[in-house]
C-alpha cells in the first residue's frame, strides 16, 4: 500500500488535476481543450494516463457528453480546492513582493448582478486594474457550493439558513421581495389580493432549498394554506421571466427589479393584503487564517458601496 501512495503521489501533477476538472466542468474534451490552449489528442492523453495512476476510471464518455464517475467526482471535488489554494499561494506571494495583480472569482446572484457587483468591479479595477476577474451568474444554493469546494473566492448571495463554519458570512443589503406576474393578469387590476387568493395559481420558482423559495412557502405556511405549487423550476432568472409572461403563472422579484419597474414594465407586483419577506443579500467568503489581498480590497469596495446606497436612500 505505501509503495502504491508514493506512486500515486509521483505520477500525479497539477496540470492533470487542472485538465480534469475543466474536462468535467465543460463536459466536454474540445471545449476543455480549446480553454486550456492544447490538442484534443494532448488533453485525452493526460486524462488516460491520470486513470492508470489512479486505478479507476475517472469520466464516462457517451452521446451525452462527458460526466465523472463517482471517483472521478470526488478526485475533482479535491481537485478544485488544491487548484484554488495553489493560486492563492501564487497570489499571495506575488502580494507579498508588492505585485497588485492575482485572479478573484466572484459569484453572484441575478440581482446583485444588475447594479451592485458590476459597479463595484468598475471601482476596484480602476484601483487594481492588473487583477484578472472572472463572474459566474448562479442562485445562492450553487454559489454556497462552489465556495465551499473552491471554486469561487467571494459569493454576493442570500444569507442561506445553515451557514458552515468554513465560511464568513457579512450582510450588505435588506431587499423587499414581491410577488409578481404579466401585467395583464387579471390579479394585478385588484385593489388588495389575499395569499388564499394565489392557491389556484402555479408558480415559476427555484427548486429548494433556495433561500426565497423557502421564504415564500414559509409565508403561505403560517396563514395555514397549503404551499405553492411550481409548474417548473429553474436556476434561470431569464428563463423565469419568459415563462410567466403572457400567462397566469406567478413568481416574485426584488422591489428594485427593473422588470418591474417604469410604465412599460412586463410585470407587476400584486397588491397583497399581507407582507412578504425581505432577500438578505451579503457577502460570503471562506474563512482563511490569512485573506489574500484582492479578497480584501473588494470585499471593502462591496461594503463601500452597499453602505452608500444605504445612506442615500435613507436621506431621500
Excluded at 485525452?44 to 467526482?73: C, F, H, N
Excluded at 445562492?140 to 468554513?166: K, Q, T
Amino acid at each position: 500500500m505505501g509503495s502504491q501512495n508514493v506512486g500515486l503521489e509521483q505520477s500525479m501533477d497539477l496540470r492533470q488535476l487542472r485538465n480534469l476538472v475543466l474536462v468535467a466542468r465543460y463536459s466536454s474534451f474540445g471545449v476543455a481543450a480549446e480553454r486550456l490552449n492544447v490538442t484534443q489528442p494532448a488533453l485525452s492523453k493526460s486524462i488516460r494516463a491520470l486513470e492508470e495512476s489512479v486505478g479507476v476510471r475517472l469520466l464516462d464518455r457517451g452521446p451525452w457528453g462527458v460526466r465523472p464517475t463517482d471517483y472521478g467526482q470526488r478526485l475533482i471535488e479535491y481537485g478544485e480546492i488544491v487548484l484554488s489554494l495553489t493560486d492563492e499561494a501564487r497570489n499571495e506571494l506575488d502580494a507579498m513582493r508588492g505585485a497588485k495583480r492575482g485572479r478573484l472569482r466572484v459569484g453572484a446572484v441575478t440581482t446583485a448582478m444588475r447594479e451592485i457587483v458590476p459597479t463595484a468591479i468598475k471601482r476596484f479595477l480602476a484601483a487594481q486594474p492588473d487583477v484578472d476577474i472572472s463572474l459566474n451568474e448562479e442562485l445562492s444554493s450553487a454559489l454556497y457550493s462552489a465556495l465551499l469546494n473552491g471554486a469561487i473566492d467571494i459569493a454576493v448571495m442570500s444569507r442561506p439558513r445553515e451557514i458552515s463554519e468554513e465560511i464568513e458570512f457579512h450582510n450588505l443589503l435588506e431587499i423587499p421581495v414581491d410577488i409578481v406576474a404579466d401585467r395583464d393578469h387579471e390579479l394585478v387590476s385588484l385593489s388588495k389580493v389575499s395569499l388564499a387568493d394565489l392557491t389556484e395559481y402555479r408558480w415559476v420558482i427555484p427548486a429548494r432549498p433556495e433561500p426565497d423559495r423557502l421564504a415564500l412557502e414559509a409565508m403561505f405556511a403560517a396563514a395555514q394554506l397549503p404551499r405553492p405549487l411550481a409548474v417548473c423550476e429553474t436556476t434561470s432568472s431569464t428563463f423565469q421571466m419568459s415563462m410567466i409572461a403572457s400567462s397566469k403563472w406567478l413568481s416574485y422579484l426584488t422591489r428594485t427589479s427593473v422588470f418591474v419597474q417604469g410604465r412599460d414594465a412586463q410585470f407587476a407586483a400584486l397588491k397583497l393584503d399581507s407582507r412578504t419577506w425581505t432577500r438578505s443579500i451579503g457577502i460570503a467568503y471562506r474563512r482563511r487564517s490569512v485573506l489574500r489581498p484582492v479578497v480584501i480590497s473588494f470585499v471593502r469596495e462591496l461594503e463601500a458601496l452597499c453602505s452608500s446606497s444605504i445612506d442615500r436612500s435613507r436621506s431621500s
